[in-house]
């Protein structure tokens, strides 16, 4: 079956740095993926929605300026978080349709564990 | 806004069926069912979707009633790895909105 995969599984940064993620589709081209966050014992919370070729549609509440998103090929999307805080800290997960005219599985990678220090 | 309402939780004897509900009483007529489960620290596992009629895969089986406002996962011999927190979403424009899932205990 169809893979999206992240990178990397997990990363520790200091306060103030910049962190970037990675989500790849390895077998099949994706034109839209998503990216959620997910603190502990919490559900999956949207994030955005990442366009190949134009720019990220968020989440009303979401600071774009904080966690910019980048599909630049139709197999990559990244999203970093800027000058990250101890708050900023979660559970990372991208998506991606297979297939985004039809309303079939979407695949989701292993998530990024971000830890803020 | 997540749009649908699961316990959250439920236990489950080691082979027995699992029952898991769900209400979504406001879905439009274009979005699907979807359910999704999470195992601790992993992404979403996809297990099986529908739009109105009953479907059944090797995983589990949907079960959706005629309005479209409920619908029950059933995981017909539960094991013990299918401990995990089970996720009933609607889908639409490609959008998952998740709510906040029911931890499942299966135990021996």
């Known amino acids: 079956g169809a893979v999206v995969s992240q990178h990397p599984s997990w990363v520790i940064c200091k306060s103030g740095t910049s962190v970037k993620i990675e989500c790849r589709s390895l077998?099949?081209?994706?034109?839209?993926m998503f990216w959620y966050r997910q603190f502990p014992k919490q559900s999956l919370m949207l994030m955005a929605t990442?366009?190949?070729?134009?720019?990220?549609?968020?989440e009303q509440g979401v600071e774009k300026d904080k966690f910019l998103i980048n599909h630049a090929s139709l197999t990559l999307s990244t999203l970093t978080v800027t000058s990250a805080h101890p708050e900023d800290s979660s559970f990372y997960i991208c998506?991606?349709?297979?297939?985004?005219?039809?309303?079939?599985?979407?695949?989701f990678g292993q998530g990024t564990r971000l830890t803020v220090v | 806004d997540a749009k649908t309402t699961q316990p959250p939780s439920m236990d489950c004897a080691e082979g027995r069926a699992a029952n898991l509900p769900c209400n979504h009483s406001?879905?439009?007529?274009?979005?699907?069912v979807y359910w999704y489960r999470q195992i601790h620290s992993q992404g979403p596992q996809y297990i099986i979707h529908?739009?109105?009629n009953n479907e059944t895969n090797e995983m589990a089986s949907l079960i959706i009633t005629e309005d479209r406002k409920s619908s029950t996962l059933i995981l017909p011999h539960a094991t013990l790895r299918d401990t995990a927190v089970y996720y009933c979403?609607?889908?639409?424009?490609?959008?998952?909105?998740f709510g906040s899932g029911t931890k499942l205990n299966v135990k021996p």
């Open positions: 998506s991606a349709p297979k297939d985004p005219r039809s309303y079939t599985e979407a695949f």
């Open positions: 077998d099949f081209q994706a034109t839209t």
């Open positions: 990442s366009n190949e070729g134009s720019k990220a549609t968020y």
């Open positions: 406001t879905i439009s007529g274009n979005e699907y």
């Open positions: 529908g739009l109105k």
């Open positions: 979403t609607l889908y639409n424009f490609n959008k998952f909105y």
